[in-house]
């Protein structure tokens, strides 16, 4: 009986780890740069920054920097990324989304990464680079719509 037992509890901790490892998926862009990435041809660099920066604020992001060529927008952390990210110091984390901005060929064209980062503003800070994951599709999925937009005019 007690061989059953530590058998279960070995194959559920198994599954749920099986589980979980699916999840987290590793997904490659085929751009340039490796990374969510879009060319916007016929646009200026600062109109490209601007719909960027107006769709954070309306998502509820904050600008946590702006330069010439880069734009940098945070939030706070998803209760799973506090959970699984978060330390016993700080249990919230920061998820952030950078955008870089390169003018080439009468066109703009933007390179994106995401990062979870725990302890934010410490000493402690440690950022993982979440672009690889679901989190980087959807960053993608944001600079295709962003390219569509300006495609349609809007």
């Known amino acids: 009986m007690k061989y059953y037992r530590s058998t279960v509890k070995l194959t559920i901790f198994l599954s749920i780890l099986a589980f979980v490892m699916s999840c987290a998926s590793q997904t490659s862009f085929d751009t340039p740069s490796g990374k969510p990435e879009v060319f916007i041809p016929n646009i200026s660099k600062d109109q490209v920054i601007t719909k960027l920066a107006e769709a954070g604020i309306e998502s509820g992001a904050e600008i946590h920097s702006l330069t010439e060529y ?21 249990p919230n984390t920061r998820d952030v989304i950078q955008f870089g901005f390169i003018e080439r060929d009468q066109g703009v064209r933007v390179i994106g990464s995401r990062f979870i980062v725990s302890n934010p503003g410490s000493g402690f800070e440690r950022r993982l680079d979440a672009t690889t ?10 600079l295709d719509g962003l390219r569509d937009s300006f495609a349609r005019g809007n």
């Open 70 to 90: 880069q734009l940098i927008l945070s939030a706070e952390g998803s209760v799973a990324q506090n959970l699984f990210f978060g330390s016993t110091f700080n």
């Open 133 to 142: 994951g679901n989190l980087g599709k959807q960053v993608q999925m944001l």
